[in-house]
């Protein structure tokens, strides 16, 4: 309506006289291994659900300079922030623009910190090519802040730093069990990933896909996690389609949920524990000093084949840092089949309530091996 319409011109107008901090400035905190950094010029890339941002400023208003790329048409991307640990609000991401998304105005002149987190994007969308006019990809280019004000480092950093693998369970699809679709019942914030992160005293990097599995794509042209003998056609140690993921610096662990879709897609045994065989060696060899867990779907799927990989990785490479958490029955009620339950909207992905009671409890059986860390 008009009144919208007024209030975000004069919002933007706020910026006219802005300072652009870039997305290279090291007091600016990017979640650590889902988001692509690219230099001349400095930008930051990501598609996974779940990302986020956190850095102190001062002065008086506070944006986000973005960039995309998918044609313009129904929204594809929204983004939950919070200022000053104020109540979390929304933001619907422009489709094909260069312009700055405004987070904050009016603010008293004085240090102010800001969190922005990737909340949920459309499935079908393009996740994983960069130049496609369909990619739900987010390009961040710079913190837009008053002229003459300054970025400082975000507060309260945790002390660890943690990888999630996952699948739409990860990503939250259906947590919040709502109408809407991808854009109305996600919520990449409320996941188990999250609620282990808190438990563990750790920042986390979610990297994760609908429908995704060890052997199968995932929505959006997203390639398989692990594809045996060729790594341009695996998604793990890959951002998007050719950026590379780093593990510099080390995450403390590195934990994984896949499976749930191998099972439901009736993938062989074989080809699931071929894929978890290459993905623990290849894991290893790229981050040789990371806890490695290895979490069973809540489901249970593929769980025979998922711990006979882990066998005989370590038969061939005994890796007291790698290791396996099943959540058992008690993980599996009411998501390991379709149909509503009181756990899951669907049967599958857990409502946002039992996501964190999901994290408590892998936190709980991961805490041991963080006991010297």
């Known amino acids: ?63 986000l300079a973005v960039e995309t790329l998918i044609a313009p048409g129904n929204p594809f991307m929204n983004l939950q922030y919070s200022v000053d640990n104020a109540p979390l609000k929304l933001v619907a991401v422009p489709p094909r623009a260069n312009t700055t ?124 996690v692990f594809t045996p003998g060729n790594p341009n056609a695996s998604s793990w140690n890959q951002i998007l389609a050719g950026l590379p993921r780093t593990f510099q610096p080390a995450p403390d662990a590195i934990f994984i949920a896949h499976g749930a879709n191998d099972g439901l897609n009736n993938l062989p045994d074989a080809t699931v524990t071929a894929s978890v065989l290459g993905w623990l060696a290849s894991v290893r060899a790229a981050a040789p000093s990371s806890m490695v867990i290895v979490v069973i779907p809540f489901g249970l799927f593929k769980q025979s084949a998922i711990e006979l990989a882990y066998q005989q990785y370590q038969a061939a490479t005994p890796d007291p840092k790698t290791v396996v958490i099943s959540l058992g029955q008690a993980g599996a009620l009411g998501l390991s089949t379709w149909g509503a339950t009181s756990q899951g909207c669907d049967g599958i992905h857990p409502l946002a309530y039992r996501d964190g009671q999901l994290g408590s409890m892998i936190a709980a059986a991961a805490a041991p091996h963080f006991a010297n860390m």
Request: overall charge negative; charged content about 10%; some cysteine.
């Open 1 to 63: 309506n008009m009144s919208v319409a007024v209030i975000a011109v004069a919002a933007l107008l706020a910026f006219c006289q802005a300072a652009v901090i870039p997305v290279s400035d090291p007091s600016i905190y990017f979640s650590q291994h889902n988001w692509a950094h690219l230099s001349n010029p400095a930008k930051a890339l990501t598609s996974n659900n779940g990302a986020y941002i956190k850095v102190s400023f001062t002065g008086t208003s506070a944006g």
């Open 101 to 224: 998304i405004p987070l904050a105005s009016g603010l008293k002149n004085d240090l102010h910190t800001l969190e922005v987190f990737v909340f949920n994007s459309l499935q079908s969308a393009d996740r994983w090519h960069l130049n496609s006019d369909s990619a739900a990809i987010l390009t961040v280019t710079g913190l837009v802040i008053d002229d003459g004000a300054s970025v400082r480092p975000f507060p309260t950093l945790a002390k660890r730093s943690i990888i999630a693998y996952g699948d739409s369970i990860t990503e939250g699809v259906q947590a919040l069990c709502q109408p809407g679709g991808d854009l109305g019942s996600n919520a990449a914030t409320v996941t188990w990933a999250f609620s282990l992160a808190a438990g563990l005293d750790a920042e986390v990097s979610v990297v994760a896909y609908g429908r995704l599995g060890w052997a199968i794509a995932g929505n959006g042209n997203v390639p398989p």
